[in-house]
């Protein structure tokens, strides 16, 4: 059986090779997929959506070949979670370009940046190697959205599936959210079954931020206590 490429036991790693290691590389491609994509999004929706789609499953991929290849790492994960969390930033705001009221939109970005950053600092509080370590969790659905990797991804990709259909269906830029929702939904479609569906995981994800941002700022603030208790 092959080994798996990667630095040897007992080897140290130059900065370049992991800055070249394969999923990091998938990373790069996914920030210019991005660009471009958002560089033509009004000019053509259908490209757009495809090269956004592709780096939102790339996503997955580097995640693959980091675990594949033994390339796993801090500078990885970061350059991962940036791009997730600056691409879906990009496209919330765009969509508050074209909905009415945009403001939702603009609230649903700030409680995801808000709601991973926090979790990202109280894991390195905590000692955690990993944001996704939510066994002392006592809420259910927050241990179940971290650690069922299935439900994790249907959540993920019902948001995407969900912002790129909304973005697909604007037209004059000047359409109502909920009107366009409920038009939709009442059809008999592909379109309207792939709404009411990413509609239900893009739900759960949300609530999974708000209880994700709760938790994490719980943990801030027992630090703090537990630190002043130590003086």
Known sequence: MAKKPGPKPGSKPSKLSVYLYIPNIIGYTRVLLNCYAFHVCFTNKILFSILYFFSFVCDAVDGWAARKFNQVSTFGAVLD?????????????????????????????????ASHWLQMYSTFLMGKTSHKDVKDSSNWLFKLYYGNRMFMAYCCVS????????????????ETLMDVLATNLQKISIVSFLIATSLVGCTIKQLTNVIQLKTAADACVLYDINKKQKQ
């Open 81 to 113: 979670m940036v791009t997730d969390r600056i691409s879906t930033a990009c496209l919330l705001v765009v969509l508050s370009q074209v909905y009415k009221p945009g403001l939702i939109f603009l609230s649903l970005l700030a409680l995801d940046i």
């Open 159 to 174: 948001c995407e599936v969900l912002y790129l259909i909304l973005f697909y269906l604007s037209e004059n830029h000047t």
